[in-house]
């Protein structure tokens, strides 16, 4: 294209932060779709056209411009985005999900080597053909454009659009829609001088402390594998019962399991401490100026980044009420929006200095969770569009966590996207791990009261 869209916008701070690591293999935003039966690509193609013009910045490009080191959205006059129907033998649902999260059109955009604009677009559709006549629909996106509370709203969509057989409820966006950091509200921000240096010294000091997994493959990883950890209806149900009796939310629980998994996973004598650190994703829709939600496609997230020191023998109900509690005063005091600027600063620099991370792993804390799952009900919609599963994730093989945990609550039954990078953790050791961690989280719902890590020793 020749010019710019008068509609184009700079990216803001947190966008331009995943412009940088989604090259690197951090932030391909997946949602990929199961279906029963093979779709009709003509209509899909219109259905997909819809979702861009109901959302205008899934039909941008991300452009790079090397004269300005630089990135910008803007809508290009054509075409729409251009389904790719993929006959290479992938063989499941979870391949092609893998698959997906190293397909990365981003890759070269800040390594043009003719000093040129480069541009890409933020959207790409695949269907695949899968055995038994199934078929996959996958939405890659760039993370810059579309967390993972828009990418879920577009999977409904899409759902509503196939299933409905094009009709659709909602209502078109504006614009490219606004930068995460101009809509916080005056104040929340704010952060003096010389306390913003002391927490940058301090995050920096802090994450040579932190313990890892073990590493099976030192340096930089080279794609993002999945393990999924379902537990059915019954025990999910006993897991949240216990969440509301003593006032904490599923992600310090997820979180808490994996502390302990990960502790009893190296075999360590008794009461030597580690400090594993979890970075919780906040979606701040709700809490912006003006008012966001779901429908407001684009990357409204920030993070707080805790650690605890663990010395086994932590019951998993206390361990995960301390997580929650170090998780609520941080928020309590804006930390997700005075910090926002200063962990946006210092991925850019992990992602700049690979040997400032352990053993050059770019591995920032061991787990990554959500505040909140995404909640899921089936219906009509579902059912007329064959829809099977639904897998929503990112890639994290650049600078990220060690596990990144995607969940959901689908129908009542906790169905979390696991996703770790590879060869630096193999799939063995991480099916192990997430394996250990639903041990955990099933006996001690059914526990009702405590779980301590030694009853997690006895149940590999």
């Not at 010294?201 to 099976?216: D, P, Q, T």
């Not at 302990?260 to 360590?268: C, G, Q, W």
């Not at 690979?354 to 799952?373: A, D, M, Q, W, Y």
């Amino acid at each position: 294209m020749s010019g710019e869209s008068p509609a184009t916008r700079p990216v803001g701070g947190t966008e331009y932060s995943w412009c940088r690591a989604v090259p690197g293999g951090t932030g391909v935003t997946v949602s990929a779709l199961l279906l029963s039966k093979p779709p009709n690509i003509t209509q899909l193609q219109s259905y997909v056209i819809k979702l861009q013009s109901f959302h205008p910045i899934l039909r941008s490009k991300l452009r790079f411009d090397p004269a300005t080191n630089g990135y910008s959205f803007f809508i290009p006059v054509d075409p729409p985005t251009q389904l790719i129907q993929a006959c290479d033998g992938i063989q499941s649902f979870e391949l092609v999900i893998e698959h997906e999260m190293i397909t990365n059109p981003w890759v070269n955009m800040n390594l043009n080597q003719m000093n040129q604009v480069t541009e890409a677009d933020v959207m790409f559709v695949t269907v695949y053909t899968l055995p038994d006549e199934k078929s996959a629909v996958v939405l890659r996106l760039h993370t810059a454009a579309c967390d993972r509370a828009a990418a879920t709203c577009l999977v409904r969509e899409l759902v509503e659009l196939i299933g409905s057989g094009g009709e659709i409820g909602s209502v078109k966006e504006e614009g490219l829609g606004f930068a995460i950091e101009d809509c916080i509200p005056a104040g929340k921000a704010h952060k003096p001088f010389w306390a913003r240096g002391a927490d940058m010294i301090g995050y920096s000091v802090n994450a040579f402390r932190f313990s890892n997994l073990e590493f099976k493959e030192v340096g930089f990883p080279n794609s993002t594998q999945l393990v999924r950890l379902k537990i059915g209806l019954e025990d999910t149900n006993r897991i949240l019962s216990v969440c509301k009796s003593k006032g904490v939310k599923l992600f310090g629980v997820l979180a808490a399991a994996g502390f302990i998994a990960a502790r009893v996973s190296k075999n360590l004598p008794d009461e030597q401490w580690e400090k594993y650190s979890v970075a919780t994703l906040i979606d701040c829709r709700s809490a912006l100026d003006p008012v966001l939600n779901d429908h407001n496609i684009g990357f409204y997230h920030s993070a707080v980044l805790n650690s605890h020191d663990i010395k086994g023998g932590e019951d998993l109900w206390d361990l995960a009420q301390k997580i929650y509690t170090s998780f609520t005063t941080a928020k309590d005091k804006n930390k997700h929006f005075t910090d926002m600027a200063d962990l946006n600063f210092l991925m850019c620099k992990a992602i700049e200095n690979p040997g400032l991370t352990p053993s050059s792993t770019l591995r920032t804390s061991l787990i990554s969770v959500f505040e909140e799952p995404m909640t899921e009900n089936t219906n009509e919609f579902y059912k007329e569009a064959g829809l099977l599963d639904h897998v929503g994730c990112a890639s994290v093989h650049g600078v990220s966590p060690s596990l990144a945990i995607f969940d959901s609550i689908r129908d009542g039954d906790l169905d979390c996207a696991c996703v770790y990078p590879s060869p630096t953790h193999s799939r063995e050791q991480m099916q192990d791990f997430v394996g250990h961690m639903k041990k955990i989280l099933v006996e001690c719902g059914a526990a009702n009261e405590s779980c301590d890590s030694n009853l997690c020793v006895k149940l590999l």
